[in-house]
């Protein structure tokens, strides 16, 4: 038990669709990343919430638009993606910015 | 500039012998070190971290890793490598608050 979880665990969608990622955090933590992991490429950070405050947001394309409604939820809103965005995508939290970050384990969104 | 670097993308060792992957950074001031290990389909799970204090640092699953500042180094080890150790691990840093992790490095172990 990790105390992150994430759903959907596999996704397949059209560039045309919308879809929603979820992660869930039953660790009190403060804040929150997504992160994107291609295969043979570092693991990119996405989006850090930190108090349900968005504080960094790494040139990430507008067809990603996060959510965080409050301190143990957070979204990962997708549309009009790109085969390019085919990748997994990780949730982590951590009690604070800094400290170890625990991790759910990720969804695996196949973009067609 | 890169924060953390694995130099070896992909090892194997056999069954029972030593392992040791590597990690530097750059990174001035004293850093947050971590290990991570990724299965394949699963999130990143923590194997050990170094904040301070002393240099050789016990994880879980029988891990081990030393800080060397003097070579900006952070290299994991194991003894005994099991089968079920066939991982991706990575090294990561915390830099302006936040984690920047390697590129990672393959184990296969050979039975």
């Known amino acids: 038990e990790t105390g992150v979880t994430q759903t959907p665990r596999h996704l397949v969608m059209g560039m045309t669709n919308k879809k929603s990622l979820k992660c869930e955090q039953h660790l009190g933590h403060n804040a929150m990343y997504w992160y ?30 996060p959510e965080c409604p409050n301190s143990s939820h957070l ?24 400290n170890e970050q625990f991790f759910g384990p990720g969804t695996r969104l196949t973009v067609l | 500039a890169q924060s953390v670097t ?42 050990l971290k ?7 640092v016990q994880g879980i699953k029988g891990f081990e890793a030393e800080f060397k500042r003097s070579q900006s180094s952070f290299n994991l080890r194991k003894p005994s490598v099991h089968w079920s150790d066939a991982a991706e691990y990575f090294c990561a840093v915390v830099e302006l608050n936040d984690m920047r992790f390697g590129a990672g490095t393959r184990l296969t172990v050979k039975p």
């Not at chain 2, 170094?50 to 050789?56: H, I, K, Q, R, W």
Request: glycine letters at 6%; one cysteine or more.
């Open chain 1, 36 to 65: 994107k992991q291609s295969a043979k490429k570092p693991l990119e950070l996405m989006f850090v919430y930190s108090l349900e405050e968005r504080v960094e947001n790494n040139s990430v394309p507008s067809r990603f638009s």
């Open chain 1, 75 to 98: 979204f990962l809103h997708l549309h009009t993606l790109q085969p390019e965005d085919s990748a997994l995508y990780l949730c982590a939290s951590t009690v604070s910015r800094g």
């Open chain 2, 6 to 47: 694995q130099p070896d993308i992909h090892i194997t060792v056999s069954e029972g012998a030593s392992l040791e992957l590597r990690c530097n950074y750059s990174y001035g001031a004293t850093p947050y070190l971590f290990w991570y290990v990724q299965s394949p389909g699963q999130g990143l799970q923590l194997l």
């Open chain 2, 50 to 56: 170094y904040f301070s204090g002393d240099t050789l």
